[in-house]
Structures are given as structure tokens and as C-alpha cells.
């Protein structure tokens, strides 16, 4: 099935709209462009204006606000050319109204275009900034000098949009006039008496209104131009979730019967006894497991709180019943980790483990392939590479996806498709505010681990300016001496990772100058077995600091380190510093983390520190950080790349998405296939919003 021709229009190029040429389009990419795509005309319509200019204010000009941008009616009084031939000074137009004066200042200006927009004796308005320079009123390179006629063509309130460096707004401007203009007809997707009821226009009005703003008004969450569009989005992710969650349970479960001998006996060979919330959790997820529905189960438990060992004993019940059992992980390290943790307790009992990952040989890949197909392997550890598609099991009973916030919605579903009617079990470890994990797990059933095994000591939080980090590097040297261990993170910042891994490696030289050999280095960039050395060698403790960038963020489990040092601990977002955290305070030794800032901190960044200072309670911190930096953030979605939302915000239109998921309710209750004329209209919103996984679920239509 693919995407109705009527949506062609938007999903072309942006190169191809007038006005927009090879380099812009660049830029548009960089700008708009999920990494390594092109930005469309749909990426130009879903880039929501930031600001606003608001050309209504006129005041005069000593009563203009500075630094503000403004726009007043003056007469040009004088030109001030540089002075000498080869002058680089600029060029200076002195102006006037009744209340006083300023000059316009031109840097290396063509001075016919001067002298032709800004004749002596003419009235001109000019739109700009003013600032004061030795006390006397500056206009730099004015945004606009327009005559009468000129004014009255330009919109009195002006979108102003996020740019990359560049690209020029009027560019930005330009393309998405292009796209509004390639903007089909649509036909209705919403129910009718919702618009009427919220007072909401048509999804193209909408578009309009938010890129040709009246008021500035028209631009914020709360207009009702945003809230049509947030209420579009809401729908369609909705509607999504619904289809695929539909599709997993259109098939029955199957029960696992077994008595648990296999679970008593790896319980009894832990260290540990179980704490109550895993007891509670794992009650929860064989009784799931035992009856005839099909679970589909998150697990939601701090960082440490104890959720592998609560899938091994969930594994442990299915093995027995004679199934197969799949575990997924985000990153190699966290594989092999597990792999390196559960085998030698499965072996113990008798079953086979095995490690899949995309490092594999062909020849290894190839044998282990047969080893799962022929269910020799009964306990399969892998990365994404267990959903690729020429891998089959003999009989996959469960699924279990760890850290399942890196993972979308369609990865959780391939890996429980593997099997015929697998349960699926999926483990975060980022506590989910309950706004976001309605929408997102609304109808997973959810076993929360909220009590930590015991003997952990809190972690001692430090914030500190980075300028004190020779104190830091002391403290390390005292605490080395005492044998202690440390994770020494530096921050990975998308767009540039060549620099900061640049970064992370003069971090670890200058250490190793310091300490010598005992300090590591992990980044993401190191091949696959360069990477366990380095996490090996740290669990040993043949180093005593591990350097790495943010790799270790995801379940890294070395419960011998007690110290983590985090650099521009303001580049990181709350979740992401609270999982940093987490990789210390493991054991019984008392730990701390040191959180070095840059400073000036923004309002945003301090209030991410304070709370991280006051609080190691995964849940407040979830919220907190949804509070401050929106939803996409949390889930991780932007790291992982999965669309998350464009227009609408979870916090803002909460109300929306009340009203988005109980009609994608009704509507999948009475037309669980969209074929009804509403039905189209909804597919077309499902494309559009890009949805298309979720369309191929549907029968033909
Ligand atoms: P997470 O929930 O972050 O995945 P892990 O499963 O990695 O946490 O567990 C963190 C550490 O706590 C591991 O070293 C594990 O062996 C230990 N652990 C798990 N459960 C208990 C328990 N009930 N008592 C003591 N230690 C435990
Ligand atoms: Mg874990």
C-alpha cells in the first residue's frame, strides 16, 4: 500500500519549490532533515514559527525600546559617506522625526542602493534595532527601508522560524510560501462536531494562520491554530498506536506451563535476596505468562532497581515450559553484559545461551542462526540484529526488550512477531511521567520496581563550575589512592561529534598524563572489541577511570565504581544525567557524582542541576524533566531518531490528547479498517503525519 498520490506534492524535494536553490536546500536539509534525508515540503509546513516580528508597534523614535525590533517613520536628512577612497568605514545615513534622531549604518554598502532607497528630504520607514553607540541612537543594517507603497505590502506581523547557521529567514520565508502553495486539498479527517466544539478551523487554514500570523498571539500552544494541528497529531499517532497494539492481540496468547523449578533454582543460586517490588513484578508477569491472553508488559524501574534479573526468572518460566526466549538490547555493551551475567546462571541449569549481535561473522552468524531455528539455543541475547529478517526461532515463547525507550513502537513489534503469539515483556529504566505513559503504553499493562535492592547509600550530588575541575582531578588522586574506581563523562553533542569525541580524547590524554596507565578510554566511535576491552579492563580494575562519552550511559554495571564525573553537565538532559548517576551508588561504598557546568548556566540548565542535587527519585526527575524540556526528551526519541511529536506539546494540549485518543477509539471501534469515507480521510492523515507503519496493518481499503 503506499501513500495516496494526493500527498505527492509534500513529499518531493524542497529544492524543487520556486525560489529555492541547491545551496538553500542544503540548508533546509541540515535545518529540517532527519540525518542523511532531505528536507521535504512537509518538513517546511511542520516548522513552526518560533516568534514573531511585530510591525504594529510604531513608536517614535525617543520612544523607541532598544535592542527591540521596531519599525518608525522618519525623514532622511543627511548622508555620511566614508571618509578616503579606500575607506572601510561605513557608510552612515543620518535620519529624523519630531521627537529626534539616529543613523542608519552601512558596513561595506553599495552606495548607489543607498542613495536610491534613501533619497534626502523623502520619508522612509524603516524597520530595526535601535541601539546607542557613544550615547547617540544606531540603526545597524536596517531589516527593512521601505516607501508608502512598500509598507503597505509588507505583513504587519511577520513569522519569524528556528534557522541553522547560514540561512537567512527570508529564505526559510520563501520556501515555506513554496510548500503552503503545493498544499492540496484535503479532505476532513477530524469529526466534525470536535472542530465545532473547540472552535478549530480547517487543518489548511490552520497551516496558513500559523505561518501568516495576525496577532503573535497566533504562533503560541494555546492558539487555536496550533491546537487543530496538535489535535491532527495527536490523531494520528493515536490511531497508530491503536493499530499496532490491535495487531498484536488480534492473536490470542499461549499459556507457558511450568511448575518454576528451573526460576527456583536460579533464585536460590543468586547472591541476593529478591526485594519485594521484583517479587511483586515477577507474581505480575507469570501470572501473564500462564494464562492464555497474550501479555504485553512493561516493567518501569529506576536505574538499579533490579529489572534483569526479574526477565532472567520471567525467561527461567518460559524455558521450562520448552519455549525460547529472546532479549533485546540498544547497544552492544548492554548485550554482551547481560550475555555475560545470565549465561553462566542459565548454564548452570542445564540451558543454552547465545550472543547475537551485528559484530557476528558471516560463518558465527550463520551457526548461530541454525543453533536458534533448530532450538538448540534456548535463550537468545542479541542487538537489533535479532529482528533482522532471515533470522527464525524454532519456537519463540517471549520477547524481552530492555532500555525499551530506545526502541519504537514497530522494533517491539518485530522482535514479539518472531514468534508465533510471543509474549512481550519491555523494561525501562527511564520512569515515565503517567501524561506520557498514557499516550505512549496507554494500554500495556505496567509492573513498577519502586523500591531499590537494599545496601545502596544515596549518591553524593555536587554541581561545580568547570574552571574547578583541578580540585576535581585532586580528589580523584586521593580517592585512587584508596582504590576507588571512576566514570569520567564527556558530553556527545549530535551535531558535532567529531569535535567532542575530540573532546573525550583530550580529556582521557590529559588524565593519562596524570595518572598514567590506569585510565580507559570508550567512545561510540571504537570498533566492537575495542569497546570490551576498554569496559572489560574497567570491570577488572586494570583502570581505575573510565573516559567515555555518553555509551555508558545505557546499563553499564560496574557496581565497583563509586565515583561519576560528568563535564558540561548543562548540555544533558535530566533523564540522561539521573541514568549517568545511576552507573554509581551500586554497592555498599558510599558514591558521588560531580557535575561540572560551564557557566553562565541558563534558567533551564540550573533547574536541571538543583533538582538533580535534591532528588535520585526516578519519577519526580521524569516529571521534572517533561516540565522543562518536553516529551521527546524523555523517551529518547530524538537520540534515537523516531518521530516524535512536531506541533503539539504534551503539556500544552494535554487536553487535546484526552480528545485525540477517545476518538481513535470510537473510530477504531466502528471502523476498524478505515474504509469508510472517514476512513480515507484518516489514512491520508496517518501519511501524513507519517504513520505509514501503521497503515500497512490495515486490510485494503
Ligand atoms: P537495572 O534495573 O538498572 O537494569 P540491574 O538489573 O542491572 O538494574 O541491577 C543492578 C544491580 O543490582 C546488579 O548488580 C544486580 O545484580 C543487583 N541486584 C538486583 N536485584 C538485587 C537484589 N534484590 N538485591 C541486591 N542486589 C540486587
Ligand atoms: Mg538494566
Request: hydrophobic content about 45%; charged content about 25%.
Amino acid at each position: 500500500m503506499m501513500r495516496p498520490s494526493i500527498l505527492d506534492p509534500l513529499f518531493g524535494r524542497a529544492e524543487v519549490l520556486p525560489g529555492i536553490g541547491p545551496k538553500t536546500a542544503k540548508l533546509l536539509d541540515r535545518l529540517l532533515a532527519r540525518p542523511g534525508e532531505q528536507a521535504r515540503p512537509i518538513d517546511l509546513l511542520f516548522h513552526a514559527p518560533i516568534n514573531v516580528v511585530d510591525r504594529r508597534i510604531r513608536p517614535t523614535l525617543a520612544e523607541a525600546p532598544l535592542d527591540t525590533l521596531i519599525l518608525v517613520k522618519t525623514r532622511i536628512v543627511e548622508h555620511r559617506r566614508p571618509q578616503g577612497r579606500h575607506s572601510k568605514g561605513p557608510y552612515k545615513v543620518l535620519v529624523e522625526d519630531d521627537t529626534g534622531d539616529a543613523e542608519l549604518v552601512f558596513f561595506l554598502a553599495n552606495p548607489e542602493w543607498i542613495e536610491r532607497s534613501l533619497p534626502i528630504g523623502e520619508t522612509r520607514w524603516i524597520s530595526g534595532r535601535i541601539e546607542l553607540y557613544d550615547g547617540r541612537r544606531q540603526i545597524v543594517h536596517p531589516d527593512r527601508v521601505l516607501d508608502e507603497a512598500g509598507l503597505a505590502k509588507l505583513p504587519l506581523v511577520e513569522a519569524i522560524h528556528g534557522l541553522t547557521e547560514g540561512l537567512q529567514e527570508r529564505f526559510v520565508q520563501k520556501a515555506i510560501e513554496g510548500a503552503l502553495e503545493r498544499l492540496p486539498r484535503l479532505p476532513e479527517w477530524q469529526n466534525p462536531s470536535v472542530l465545532a466544539a473547540n472552535k478549530l478551523q480547517s487543518f489548511e487554514e490552520a497551516l496558513n494562520r500559523l505561518h501568516h500570523p495576525r496577532e503573535p498571539a497566533d504562533i503560541a500552544p494555546t492558539s487555536l491554530a496550533r491546537q487543530r494541528l496538535a489535535l491532527d497529531e495527536f490523531l494520528a499517532q493515536q490511531l497508530a498506536l491503536r493499530l499496532m497494539r490491535a495487531k498484536l492481540r488480534r492473536a490470542p496468547g499461549r499459556c507457558h506451563t511450568s511448575e518454576g523449578k528451573l526460576a527456583a533454582t536460579m533464585e536460590a543460586a543468586l547472591p541476593f535476596a529478591l526485594t519485594g517490588a521484583q517479587r511483586r513484578a515477577l507474581d505480575e508477569i507469570r501470572a501473564d505468562l500462564s494464562s492464555d491472553r497474550r501479555m504485553l508488559r512493561l516493567v518501569q524501574g529506576d536505574v538499579g532497581s533490579g529489572k534483569t534479573i526479574v526477565a532472567a526468572l520471567a525467561t527461567a518460566h518460559v524455558v521450562e515450559s520448552g519455549r525460547q526466549v529472546a532479549l533485546m538490547a540498544p547497544t552492544e555493551i548492554l548485550a554482551r553484559q547481560h550475555f555475560g551475567n545470565l549465561s553462566p546462571l542459565f548454564a548452570a541449569a542445564g540451558v543454552r545461551t547465545v550472543l547475537l549481535t551485528g559484530r557476528a561473522k558471516t560463518s558465527e552468524r550463520n551457526a548461530l542462526h541454525a543453533a536458534i531455528a533448530d532450538g538448540e539455543a534456548r535463550v537468545v541475547i542479541g542487538t537489533h540484529a535479532l529482528i533482522s529478517s532471515d533470522l527464525a526461532f524454532q519456537d519463540l515463547g517471549l520477547a524481552v526488550v530492555d532500555e525499551q525507550h530506545r526502541f519504537g513502537v514497530a522494533q517491539r513489534l518485530a522482535l514479539g512477531s518472531k514468534g508465533e503469539m510471543a509474549d512481550v515483556l519491555v523494561m525501562t529504566a527511564t520512569p515515565i511521567p503517567r501524561s506520557l505513559a498514557l499516550t505512549y503504553f496507554g494500554d500495556m499493562d505496567c509492573s513498577i520496581l519502586d523500591e531499590k535492592p537494599p545496601g545502596r547509600t544515596p549518591v553524593k550530588t555536587r554541581a561545580l563550575p568547570q574552571s574547578r575541575i583541578g580540585e576535581v582531578v585532586e580528589g580523584l588522586k586521593r580517592a585512587l589512592a584508596q582504590g576507588a574506581r571512576a566514570y569520567w563523562v564527556c558530553p556527545l553533542v549530535e551535531e558535532n561529534e567529531d569535535l567532542d569525541l575530540a573532546a573525550a580524547g583530550e580529556r582521557f590524554e590529559e588524565l593519562q598524563r596524570i595518572f598514567g596507565p590506569r585510565v580507559g578510554l570508550l567512545h561510540g566511535k571504537m570498533k566492537g572489541a575495542e569497546k570490551d576491552a576498554a569496559i572489560e579492563a574497567f570491570q577488572r580494575g586494570e583502570t581505575r577511570i573510565l573516559v567515555a562519552t555518553t555509551v555508558v550511559e545505557v546499563g553499564v554495571d560496574v557496581p565497583e565504581a563509586t565515583i561519576m564525573v560528568i563535564e558540561h553537565a548543562e548540555r544533558f538532559g535530566l533523564a540522561q544525567l539521573h541514568q549517568l548517576r545511576g552507573r554509581v551508588g551500586r554497592g555498599a561504598a558510599e558514591s558521588s557524582c560531580l557535575l561540572l557546568y560551564k557557566g553562565p548556566l541558563g534558567e533551564i540548565a540550573g533547574a536541571r542541576l538543583t533538582t538533580l542535587r535534591q532528588t535520585e527519585d526516578g519519577f519526580r526527575i521524569a516529571e521534572e524533566d517533561l516540565r522543562l524540556r518536553g516529551e521527546g526528551e524523555i523517551l529518547g526519541v530524538r537520540q534515537s531518531g523516531l518521530p516524535g511529536f512536531r506541533l503539539a506539546d504534551i503539556l500544552a494540549h494535554a487536553r487535546l490528547l484526552a480528545i485525540a485518543r477517545d476518538d481513535a477509539e470510537l473510530i477504531l471501534r466502528k471502523d476498524p479498517d478505515l474504509t469508510s469515507e472517514r476512513g480515507q480521510a484518516l489514512r491520508v492523515l496517518l501519511y501524513l503525519f507519517e504513520r505509514n507503519e501503521a497503515v500497512k496493518l490495515l486490510r485494503a481499503g
